[in-house]
Every structure is written in C-alpha cells, then in structure tokens.
C-alpha cells in the first residue's frame, strides 16, 4: 500500500488527511515513480483553502522527484531506474508512489539531488521563465523582487546576480534580510508601511523608479508594486501569498504611467514537454555550475504536511521544505 494526502473539505492545514491506497498499473504512456521527496508550494495551500476550486474529495500537491520503478506500455524515452522530477502535473504529488504520464517529466541530472528538485523543480521553471522569457533583461537593468528571502526569490535573486541585474529586495522581517542579501540582492527593505517601502526604492533609484517589478506577495504589496514603476514599467504578479490583489483599475493605470500587468502562469510558459524541459534544463544548468544554490531548510515527513503548509502560510518560513515519504 502507498501513503496518500487528501482533503475531503476545502480549509486550513487540519483538513489534510493521510491515507492509504492502491497504486494501479501505469496506462499507455505512464509511468509509476516512487518518490524520494516532494516539493511544498504556495499553489498546494491554494488548492486545500478552496482559492484553486477542485473536486473533492481531492489528493495534493503537484511536484515530486524520485525513480522510475515501472513502465507503461509505449513509454519509449523513460527507463527504470531513472531520475525524475515534475511540476505542474495533476494534483497527486503528496504521496509515497504515483502514476504520472511521461509529458510531464524531466530528467535530473545527477548533480542535483532529488532532494533539490523536488524542492525546487516548479520554482526553478518559475524563476526560468521571470529571467528567460518574460522580459528582455540586460546588464545592469534594476528590479523590484517582493519576498526576495522566500523560495523562488532566492532562486531569482541568484539568477538575476548570474545575468548582472541591480536587485532590490523586499522581505518581511529583518531576520530575513541577511538571507537576501547573500542570495543575489544588492540592497534589501524590510517591508513597513507602503509609503516608507516606496520612498527607500526611489532612494536607491535617483527618483526614477525600476523598470520591472517581480511580485510573488499579491494584495499587501500591490501598491507599493505599481508606485515604484518608472513609467511604462512592467508589473509582473506571479503569486498572491498575502491573498488575490485587487481588481485592475485601467484608468488607474494610465494616471500611474501607462505601466505594463501581467499575471503570469507556469502553465502558459511551460505547455509542453519541450518547453518544460528547456525550463528545468535551464535551471538545473545553473544549479550544477554553482551559479544557483538551493538549500532544502526542512524536511518533514509526509504526515507532517499541514506543518509545512502552517510555516509557509505564516511567513516564517525561509528557502524550502520538501515532504519525505
């Protein structure tokens, strides 16, 4: 028997229910991994408080790593024994064994631990299409990176370094600050009111604001986000951990210099087998070459989810956790 996590109700951490089931044989196309870690992300607190609607009763989580064990009949480019990872897949992750269609698999290199990419594969493909396709970065650009001490802003922060970005980072305590600053961010702010967050950028900017702001933190930081512009900048909200942001005001907008809003999702950057593994293969180029280093803070045991979810809705988490089966 293989252990599963489901919720039956939509909720808080409590709803997580750890069970037992049968894993069937892989289908045409599939493959059936066992686990070595699965990745925590803020998309899984989504799905279980009901912001990400879905059928219930409902399994969760969707990025893990591990070792192929069995094939499915046409699987051609996958072997047993191999090393995995996935991110975006049907729900399932948070489990001992799944079933998973090969599409969404991507190879991990042996310098990377399984540990690492489960870790880290969905905000590594995150962090790969902020730096490598939603913006024409060049040497010496400014940016804006809410949560920079979080799990994708550590990775981006780094990156941003890599392709000799001016990072200033947001953080929501001092003790994070620290963490920030040696993870790729030239200066950090620790985020108090909107107007002191505002006034400090436009110090580091000559007044002129930045051109790109990254935005992971949602509806507390949405204003400070739009402020801090230089005009015709471009808002990039790819997260909402403090809650949905507000609607768009389009003559908003226009008062505020004709600014650019996107709200980017994996889903649409990574659609396809290629584009996933281009993605992950980007990213974990850079993990082997030291250019990104990922540190896994926590490990839990799978039983132990709703702690991880707990420290990650609280924000006292640093860096990222991976669940062991």
Not at 11 to 20: A, H, I, S, T, Y
Not at 109 to 121: F, I, K, W, Y
Not at 128 to 152: F, K, N, Q, T
Request: charged share 20%; with cysteine.
């Amino acid at each position: 028997m293989a252990s599963v996590i489901r919720f039956h109700r939509t909720g808080g951490p409590e709803v997580l229910r750890c069970e037992e089931y049968d894993v069937a044989p892989p289908g045409y196309g599939e493959v059936r991994i066992r686990h070595a870690a699965i990745g925590v992300n803020f998309n899984d607190i989504y799905f279980r408080s009901g912001l990400y609607p879905v059928a219930l009763p409902s399994p969760l989580g969707r990025s893990a790593a591990g070792i192929v064990e069995e094939l499915g009949a046409g699987v051609t480019d996958v072997r047993v024994g191999d090393r995995v990872a996935y991110a975006s897949s049907p729900l399932g992750a948070y489990s001992s064994e799944r079933i998973v269609d090969t599409g969404y698999l991507v190879p991990v290199p042996e310098g990377v631990g399984l540990d690492v990419a489960a870790a880290s594969t969905m905000r590594g493909m995150t962090a790969a299409y902020l730096m490598r396709r939603i913006h024409p970065w060049r040497p010496g650009d400014s940016l804006v990176l809410h949560a920079a001490a979080g799990g994708i802003g550590l990775i981006v922060g780094q990156w941003a370094r890599h392709l000799g970005l001016r990072v200033i980072g947001t953080v929501s305590d001092p003790d994070k600050a620290g963490i920030a600053l040696a993870h790729g961010c030239e200066h950090v702010i620790v985020r108090g009111s909107t107007g002191e967050v505002v006034e400090k950028v436009m110090a580091l900017t000559g007044g002129r604001g930045v051109p790109v702001v990254l935005d992971g933190v949602g509806r507390s930081t949405f204003d400070v986000s739009l402020r801090v512009l230089s005009r015709r900048g471009l808002f990039v909200s790819f997260g909402a951990a403090s809650g949905p942001v507000p609607p768009i005001d389009a003559i908003e907008l226009g008062r505020r210099g004709s600014p650019f809003f996107t709200r980017p999702a994996l889903a649409d950057y990574a659609s396809t087998r290629r584009e996933r593994g281009e993605l992950a293969g980007e990213f974990f180029q850079l993990v082997e070459s030291g250019a990104i280093r990922v540190h896994v803070n926590q490990r839990l045991a799978l039983a132990d989810c709703a702690q991880a979810h707990r420290a990650l809705e609280s924000g006292r988490s640093v860096g990222v956790s991976v669940l062991v089966p």
